[in-house]
């Protein structure tokens, strides 16, 4: 049995990959200041993990958090590009001086190995698709840009100290438990809400902008096997994680309609400050190096999603 630190815990990917963890009977340690994590997503788990409430910029609290850790999932962030583009210093301290704090601490406490979060938003608006590790970033937003900021430092802790890292570019994840209340929230877990209680949803632009969505059990298993590859193929290294596929807004809305028997139409509002039109993965080097394989698709994500928030929201309605 090893010990995993996940920070952010308490965000419905960090809750997701804690789950899958104890499944396989490894120890769970968690760290969240639950500013955008959430209690709930941890209530079935609570007996069984230890939760540290701290910040990620608190380097005494990390040091507390890493003692005898194997392997920490650094999770934690504010997930958000238009939050970074109205407060571009609130983005950098969580997303990247909390990172180097991070990886600080895994460096003293002699962690084997820390998976890194890393997004999708670092290729920017490329006309290139699918996007590939090889190719030249090019961050839009501030978030984008503070994500790929913690993907060197986590590249350079690697190279100067010898602690493993491995970076998973996200391409936006969705499931269960993603938070859909906030504005900034993910489109998904918006729209799947919105359309299961028949509020018009509003797509920001013309709907042609398309994404590589990915279900979350994708991300979960990319994260252990990012754990566990051969450190030769994977240390030091960033890999996309995503579906390779692309789907455009004005599909997944579509699509939408029969699963969530939603009868209205759908407004469109001016398209969103930093923005990127397209979005789609190659997701070779997942495949060579950490033997990663999308194994649950779009539709199928969907329906899942779906019949999740549809329970969630007979329980309590007033789940916006
Ligand atoms: C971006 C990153 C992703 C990161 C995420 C964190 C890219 C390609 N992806 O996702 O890696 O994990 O930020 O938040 O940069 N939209 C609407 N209506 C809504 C909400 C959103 O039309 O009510 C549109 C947005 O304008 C955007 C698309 O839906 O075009 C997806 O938005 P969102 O779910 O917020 O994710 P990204 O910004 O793509």
């Known amino acids: 049995m090893a010990l995993y630190l996940i920070t952010g815990i308490g965000g419905f990917i960090g809750s997701s990959i804690a789950r899958a963890l104890l499944s396989r009977g490894e120890a769970v340690r968690g760290l969240d200041n639950f500013s955008t994590g959430n209690k709930n997503n941890l209530a079935e788990i609570a007996a069984r993990i230890e939760v540290h409430e701290a910040d990620i910029t608190d380097l005494d609290a990390m040091h507390r958090a890493c003692k005898g850790v194997d392997f920490v999932l650094h999770q934690a962030a504010i997930p958000s590009v238009p939050k970074s583009v109205l407060d571009p210093l609130g983005s950098n301290e969580a997303n990247v001086d909390g990172t180097v704090n991070v990886l600080v601490a895994a460096r003293d406490a002699k962690v084997k190995r820390v998976v890194y979060a890393a997004s999708s938003s670092a290729y920017g608006d490329t006309p290139t698709l699918p996007k590939h590790e090889g190719m030249k970033p090019d961050p839009i937003s501030p978030y984008a840009v503070a994500k790929l900021a913690s993907e060197h430092y986590m590249v350079s802790f690697f190279r100067c100290y010898g602690l493993e890292t491995v ?104 398209a969103r400050g930093g923005d990127v039109k397209h979005s789609l993965a190659d997701v070779s080097k997942a495949e060579a190096g950490l033997g990663y394989r999308p194994s649950i698709d779009f539709e199928e994500g969907l329906r899942r999603t779906v019949e999740w928030y549809r329970k969630e929201i007979v329980a309590d309605p007033v789940l916006t």
């Open 167 to 270: 970076c998973l570019r996200y391409f936006n994840i969705f499931g269960p438990r993603q938070d859909p209340s906030s504005p900034y929230s993910g489109v998904l877990a918006k729209f799947i809400t919105q359309m299961l209680k028949g509020e018009q949803p509003t797509i920001f632009g013309d709907g042609e902008q398309s994404r590589d969505f990915t279900y979350i059990d994708n991300a979960v298993n990319a994260n252990l096997l990012a754990c566990k590859a051969d450190a030769s193929k994977a240390a030091g290294e960033v890999f996309n994680v995503a579906t390779g596929r692309r789907v455009t807004l004005n599909e997944t809305f579509k699509a939408l309609q029969p699963l969530t028997s939603y009868s209205g139409q759908l407004k469109y509002g001016p």
